[in-house]
């Protein structure tokens, strides 16, 4: 049996070509079919299923609960809406941690779900083998740096990473390590404006920022910021372009006043019998 793969318009080459031709990138997180079509229909370079997903669809704390079964629903979900742009997948908190093959074993199901690339966060010597092995796996990694969520408890809160000239000096070493691994692109997240210019002058590879200044090659928000939908806490980063909380709550509170005063359904709404059966159907009842 033969298997096409068909391959998407936006490639790993597309965000290279971006980078050297100074056109910005755009990505956005998201979760499902339908939300993935919407944002591929409208033209977005790449959708990260971010491991966000844990906190804005699954309603956990922080995404240290998110599991690989639920990355790779969810990145399944978004694969089947995304035709065109490049998915890429977050490898869940300790799926790529415990050892070098069950980290490639991870992101291998990440890219059998759909994904056309998987990112994870830090720059260890570990993480730097991950990224080197599931590279020559024909796995493409984005790196992510900065202030990185799966290390909440070590960095002790959501702090902007880069505050100092030293960090800023450490961050893009980190990255260039990344860079050097095979990674084809590097998210910073919450980094000073002036230190994601500097490591966005020094790499080769594009810088996607989110929170991090209006010089890095591309951005990211999450989808849910974006929409207004995600109503717990808004990042200082993030602009609303829209805001689903309040239209979903109308919406709700529309359908139950029109139920709980027999405006729904209407004749336009509902199935009949034709008189025959009608009229049958009385008969038999009577
Ligand atoms: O999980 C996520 O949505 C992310 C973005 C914040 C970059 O990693």
């Keep these: 049996m033969s298997v096409e793969t068909k391959l998407k318009d936006v490639t790993v080459s597309t965000f290279l070509k971006k980078k050297e031709n100074k056109e910005k990138i755009t990505m956005l997180t998201a979760y499902d079919c339908s939300t993935a079509k919407y944002f591929d229909d409208a033209g977005v370079d790449s959708i990260l299923v971010g491991d966000s997903l844990g906190m804005v669809v699954l309603g956990y704390e922080s995404t240290h609960h998110v599991t690989m079964t639920e990355m790779q629903i969810f990145t399944a979900a978004v694969s089947r809406g995304a035709k065109r742009c490049l998915v890429v997948a977050d490898m869940p908190f300790m799926s790529y941690h415990a050892s070098i093959e069950e980290a ?6 990440l890219i059998r779900a759909g994904a056309s690339a998987v990112k994870l966060e830090g720059a260890t010597d570990f993480i730097l083998s991950v990224v080197k092995r599931c590279v020559e796996s024909g796995i493409p990694v984005v790196g992510h740096l900065g202030f990185t969520p799966q290390y909440l408890n070590v960095l002790g809160g959501y702090k902007i990473q880069g505050k100092s000239a030293q960090n800023t000096k450490f961050i893009l070493n980190q990255a260039k390590k990344l860079q050097e691994a095979g990674a084809f692109a590097v998210v910073l997240e919450m980094v000073p404006e002036e230190s994601a210019k500097l490591i966005t002058e ?37 602009r609303r372009y829209s805001n689903l909380k309040d239209i979903i709550s109308e919406a709700a509170k529309n359908y139950i006043s029109d139920v709980t005063s027999a405006k729904f359904p209407d004749e336009s709404e509902v199935f009949h019998l034709s008189e025959e059966e009608h009229s049958a159907l009385k008969e038999i009842i009577k």
């Design 202 to 238: 020094n790499l080769d590879v594009p810088t996607i920022g989110i929170g991090a200044g209006r010089y890095t090659d591309g951005q990211v928000l999450v989808a849910d910021d974006i929409l207004g939908k995600y109503s717990e806490f808004k990042p200082k980063f993030a």
């Design 104 to 109: 490639v074993k991870n992101a291998g199901e």
